[in-house]
């Protein structure tokens, strides 16, 4: 899956704050990387599990591998 045409058809804003795409940026960024809306969304739906994970991580670390095992389908 090409995530890095993703990432370069976004600004440096959207790169570093996620949230701030809407469904309009959302059509834009799907555009200039030859890919559907859908795949936009699956990046940030992506992302916002992987913050999760990491908070959790931070929270505790001894019981991070167990955490893990809820990630099965994340990057299909």
Known sequence: FPYTTLFRS???G???KPS???PKRKCRIAAG???RVEDVNRLLR???QMQKMMKQFKKNPKGFGRGMKGLGG???
């Open 20 to 22: 701030t795409i809407d």
């Open 14 to 16: 959207e790169r570093a």
């Open 74 to 76: 994340m990057f299909r």
């Open 10 to 12: 976004m600004t440096k």
């Open 46 to 48: 992506q992302y916002e």
């Open 33 to 35: 990387s030859g890919t």
